[in-house]
Nanobody
Framework: VQLQASGGGLVQTGGSLRLSCAASGSLVNIHTMGWYRQTPGKVRELLVA?????????YEASFVKGRFTFSRDNAKNTMYLQMNNLTPEDTAVYYC????????????WGQGTLVTVSS
């Protein structure tokens, strides 16, 4: 399984970005998926996560509620993270991840895409 993340960039406070994560390879056994982010010196933190068959309860970090939205297009094997009302505290490298049955998802990782929010 390979994951290709894209969509990061520089945005002003209050702006929006949509991250994409395209998956390829053998996906038939992939059941969990989500987005993380990491800033220098900090632990990678889970933002949102879901399972394709409802095996696990959807997760959404409290600090992204109402601002970040997870979605996916199964026909394109792509998942998205729509991020609105961004602040400088959202500056980080964002990673997508999927899993076989791991929770939170983490068997396979994208390469990360940098999001920088200017004040």
């Amino acid at each position: 399984v390979q994951l290709q993340a894209s969509g990061g960039g520089l945005v002003q406070t209050g702006g929006s970005l949509r991250l994409s994560c395209a998956a390829s390879g053998s996906l038939v056994n992939i059941h969990t998926m989500g987005w993380y982010r990491q800033t220098p010196g900090k632990v990678r933190e889970l933002l949102v996560a879901t399972s394709s068959d409802g095996s696990f309860r959807d997760y959404e970090a409290s600090f992204v509620k109402g601002r970040f939205t997870f979605s996916r297009d199964n026909a394109k094997n792509t998942m998205y993270l729509q991020m609105n009302n961004l602040t400088p505290e959202d500056t980080a490298v964002y990673y997508c991840a999927v899993g076989l049955r791991s929770w939170p998802p983490g068997d396979y990782w994208g390469q990360g895409t940098l999001v920088t929010v200017s004040s």
